[in-house]
T-cell receptor
Framework: AQSVTQLDSHVSVSEGTPVLLRCNYS??????LFWYVQHPNKGLQLLLK??????LVKGINGFEAEFKKSETSFHLTKPSDHMSDAAEYFC??????????FGTGTRLKVLA | KAGVTQTPRYLIKTRGQQVTLSCSPI?????VSWYQQTPGQGLQFLFE???????NKGNFPGRFSGRQFSNSRSEMNVSTLELGDSALYLC??????????FGPGTRLTVL
């Protein structure tokens, strides 16, 4: 069975510093993995996706994630955060029956 | 291309009533999925429709139902509303089994 665990429910960083949002997954085969962002009172926006091509995936707004099979991880990073990045971030694994399985979310706070 | 649209954006109902939410997918997308988002339970999958057929279903009671029309537009219906049905209902569309693109959601409040 597939599952996804976001290791931090809240992360606070200072503006201009790097950010790391951690995600571990469980999958019995090569998974498809996604990161979505949700700003307050908005829908979910796709940041990036991994579908068994390059292990380092670049997304929108300077975000990137690295697929590490040995660690079953798909952590999201950004070298320099902005106030506008404050939002909730969801890691998602797509199951064999093509259901999306969402993590519980990480709320990112950016301090001025 | 226009994105996923959901109507209405906000809705207030009372317990026992029923409600219908609508979702128009991105042009050309044939799969529509519905999710419920609440602070306590997070994002939970309701069901997915593809070419007018329900392809996947989550663990929700029969009060929650959906359908998809030949133009891929989808509706979900909740009957006999309960206070706990208050949530943000999100719709997502995809080409088939590909990346899902989400709409802005419908905020349902049950009083």
């Amino acid at each position: 069975a597939q599952s996804v665990t976001q290791l931090d429910s809240h992360v606070s960083v200072s503006e201009g510093t790097p950010v790391l949002l951690r995600c571990n997954y469980s999958s019995s085969y090569s998974p498809s993995l996604f990161w979505y962002v949700q700003h307050p009172n908005k829908g979910l926006q796709l940041l990036l996706k991994y579908t068994s091509a390059a292990t380092l995936v670049k997304g929108i707004n300077g975000f990137e994630a690295e697929f590490k099979k040995s660690e079953t991880s798909f952590h999201l990073t950004k070298p320099s955060d902005h106030m506008s990045d404050a939002a909730e971030y969801f890691c998602v694994v797509r199951s064999g029956t093509y259901k999306y399985i969402f993590g519980t979310g990480t709320r990112l706070k950016v301090l001025a | 291309k226009a994105g996923v649209t959901q109507t209405p954006r906000y809705l207030i109902k009372t317990r026992g009533q029923q409600v219908t939410l609508s979702c128009s997918p991105i042009s050309g997308h044939r799969s529509v999925s519905w999710y419920q988002q609440t602070p306590g339970q997070g994002l939970q999958f309701l069901f997915e429709y593809f070419s007018e057929t329900q392809r996947n279903k989550g663990n929700f009671p029969g009060r929650f139902s959906g359908r998809q029309f030949s133009n891929s537009r989808s509706e979900m219906n909740v009957s006999t509303l309960e206070l706990g049905d208050s949530a943000l209902y999100l719709c997502a569309s995809s080409l088939s089994q590909d990346t899902q693109y989400f709409g802005p959601g419908t905020r349902l409040t049950v009083l």
